[in-house]
C-alpha cells in the first residue's frame, strides 16, 4: 500500500535465473527466455524485465540470444535491461552490459530522483551532488542507452517480507518495464500497434532531454552525450 510501484495492478511472473549471490549463467537467462517463448500468449506477458548483464560493450557481441529475444519483440513484448553499473569501474569508458547491449532490447541508465547529498558506492563511483536528473555515476551509458529512468534511490522488496532503499540501473530497468505496460494498455485501447519499438518511441518522444555532464559534480568523466529520461506523465 505504500510503496506500489509502477503498474501496482499487473499480474507477475518471475523466473529466477540467478543464485543467492547475484550470480548466474547466460544458459540459464536463456532458459528463461524459452519459457517466456513458449508462454508468451497463454499468460499474455508484454513486457520482461532483465536486471542483469556483465561486460561493457559499445557493439553486441553475442548472438545466442537473439532467436528468442527476435521472436519475443516479434510477439510485441517490451524487453527492459539494466545497462550495468560499472561505468567508473571502466575508467568512465562508454558502453554497456550484455545483454543491454543488444540491439534488440531497450536499454537503461539510472537517474536520480531527489537531492540525497553526496553518495559514495562501494564501486568506487561517488556523486558529491545529487538531484533530480543527475546521471548516477555508477550508471554505464552510451549513444546505444535506450533511455533513462529514476534508479536512484527506489524503494522496493527487499529480503524477510521487507522494504530497502537501493540505488542501480536494475531498479531503474524494472520502472521502464512497468511504465511499457502501461503505455501498452492505453496503445491498446486507442487501436494502436504495441510492440517494443513503438512504446520505445513514445517513451523518447515524451521523454525529458538530459545532456551528460550538465548537472553532474560526480569522480567520473561525462560523456556529453544526449539521452531521453522517461516520463511517464507524459
Known amino acids: 500500500g505504500t510503496y506500489s510501484g ?7 511472473i518471475a523466473l529466477k535465473v540467478l543464485d543467492s549471490t547475484g550470480s548466474g549463467t547466460f544458459g540459464n537467462v536463456q532458459n528463461a527466455l524459452d519459457w517466456v517463448v ?27 540470444l537473439d532467436s528468442d529475444l527476435a521472436t519475443l519483440k516479434n510477439d510485441g513484448v517490451f524487453m527492459a535491461v539494466a545497462a550495468g553499473n560499472s561505468f567508473y569501474t571502466n575508467n568512465s ?26 553518495v559514495a558506492w562501494a564501486s568506487g563511483a561517488r556523486d558529491n551532488t545529487t538531484g533530480v536528473d543527475h546521471i548516477a555515476s555508477f550508471s ?19 529480503l524477510n517480507n521487507t522494504f530497502q532503499e537501493m540505488a542501480g540501473t536494475s531498479m531503474a530497468a524494472p520502472v521502464v518495464a512497468g511504465a511499457a505496460v502501461l503505455i501498452h494498455q492505453e496503445m491498446d485501447a486507442l487501436h494502436l500497434t504495441a510492440n517494443e519499438t513503438t512504446i520505445l518511441g513514445v517513451m523518447q518522444k515524451t521523454g525529458v532531454t538530459l545532456v ?19 516520463n511517464l506523465g507524459a
Open 212 to 230: 551528460d555532464g550538465s548537472l553532474e559534480n560526480t569522480n567520473v568523466t561525462a560523456t556529453g552525450l544526449t539521452f531521453k529520461r522517461l
Open 6 to 12: 509502477v503498474a501496482p495492478d499487473v499480474n507477475l
Open 93 to 118: 569508458a562508454v558502453g554497456l552490459d550484455y545483454p543491454a547491449i543488444d540491439p534488440l532490447v531497450a536499454s537503461v541508465g539510472a537517474v536520480y530522483d531527489g537531492n540525497f547529498g553526496s
Open 140 to 158: 554505464q551509458r552510451g549513444p546505444a542507452l535506450s533511455i533513462m529512468a529514476p534508479g536512484a534511490m527506489v524503494t522496493s522488496t527487499y
Open 38 to 64: 513458449a508462454n508468451q500468449a497463454k499468460y499474455h506477458i508484454v513486457a520482461i524485465n532483465m536486471s542483469l548483464g556483465s561486460g561493457n560493450y559499445t557493439v553486441n557481441p553475442y548472438t545466442f
